[in-house]
Structures are given as C-alpha cells and as structure tokens.
C-alpha cells in the first residue's frame, strides 16, 4: 500500500538525504538510485528498502578512501558492467562503473539504462558506451588542466567489446545506429577496450 502523506514526505526527504551521502559513498549508490527511482509515490515496501539501507548505514557508519601518495601518472582506467533486466518492474538495465586515475578512485556511477535491452550483449554495449562516454568526459577535463591522459576502458563482456571493435552492425539489427560511436573512437585510439 501507499505510504501516507506525512510518511512519504519523510521518504523523500531521506531517499533525497541517501542521494547527498552516495556521492561519497560507492558502497551505497545502488541502493539509494533503487530507493530514490520510488520518490514520487513510495509504498510501506519501499519505506522497508530505506530501512535496510539505514541498518546498512548504522554497522558501516563511515567509508575510507585512501589516496595513497603516487606518482604522475597518464593511465585512466575505467571499468563497467551491467545487470541485464535486473529492474523487475520495467525490465530495465543497470550500469555501473568506476573509474581510476592510477590507483585512485575519481568517480563511480550506477544508472538506470534509458532503453530496455534485448540480449545481455546488448546490456553490457549500453554499460560500455556509458563508460566510455565518462573516460572521455574525465579525459576532456584534464586536457583544460595541461594533462594528457591515456584512457583504458574495460569490460567482462566479450560481445560488447566485439561489437565496439568492429565497424557496423552486423547481424543484429535490434541494436540503433546512434550506439555505434564507440566504433570509430576507438580504431582512433582515443579509448582502449580490455
């Protein structure tokens, strides 16, 4: 059932409390984009999800990221992955990603993918794209800062990284031309795949 008015105010406000405290903490992103997808009409089973984050929270109050001292370094590796239909409701994928400047942990993300996905290949391109996309993005930032950085870009999928080599559609035809752009970027060198 429905949360009521006040409860769901209360929801809200700590789904949105959960999204300000994730952009630290990787150990909770998926949890909170799960809990924050429910905000416009959470229910008394949505209210159980922020409870278990909560009980999460309070045996692992703190997360430390060490920055290690290293030296300069040009290698940007990022890796990606998704869970194919995992959203049991819309069928939807996750992507998720992390990204490393040496040993040091830049970013991390987990989003919904915006298209439902027809085969886990397809998943993984849609998780590899995104991924690449960031190591682009990371890679553009520190041109602006006089660095030149070499970005690496690894998958556990050998179909989407097949896919990402090689030049059009092939057999499938499920696949928009528009997700294609990883295809000349990297024969141009500019990304990595592993």
């Known amino acids: 059932p429905p949360l009521n008015h006040m409860a769901a105010t209360q929801y809200r406000g700590m789904a949105a409390r959960l999204n300000y405290l994730a952009l630290d903490r990787s150990d909770i992103q998926f949890a909170t984009k799960e809990a924050s997808k429910y905000m ?45 239909a995992g959203d049991k409701t819309t069928r939807k994928s996750t992507s ?10 830049i970013k991390s993300w987990f989003t919904n993918q915006t ?9 993984e391109l849609y998780a590899l794209l995104k991924g690449a996309s960031q190591s682009l993005g990371l890679k553009s930032m520190a041109a602006d800062f006089g660095d030149s950085l ?12 097949a896919i990402s080599r090689r030049s059009g559609l092939g057999k499938l035809r499920h696949i928009q031309t528009q997700f294609l752009w990883l295809q000349e970027r990297v024969p141009a060198k500019d990304l990595q795949l592993t």
């Not at 998720?96 to 942990?105: K, N």
């Open 96 to 105: 998720g990603g992390i990204a490393f400047l040496g040993s040091h942990c």
């Open 115 to 123: 298209i439902i996905a027809l085969s886990s290949a397809e998943a």
């Open 40 to 84: 416009a009409a959470p229910t008394e089973g949505n209210w159980l999800l922020l409870k278990r984050i909560g009980r999460y929270l309070k045996g692992n109050p703190r997360l430390v990221q060490m920055f290690r001292w290293q030296g300069a370094t040009r290698a940007l590796h990022t890796y990606t992955d998704s869970d194919w």
């Open 150 to 161: 070499e970005a690496g870009l690894w998958s556990d999928a050998s179909a989407a990284i």
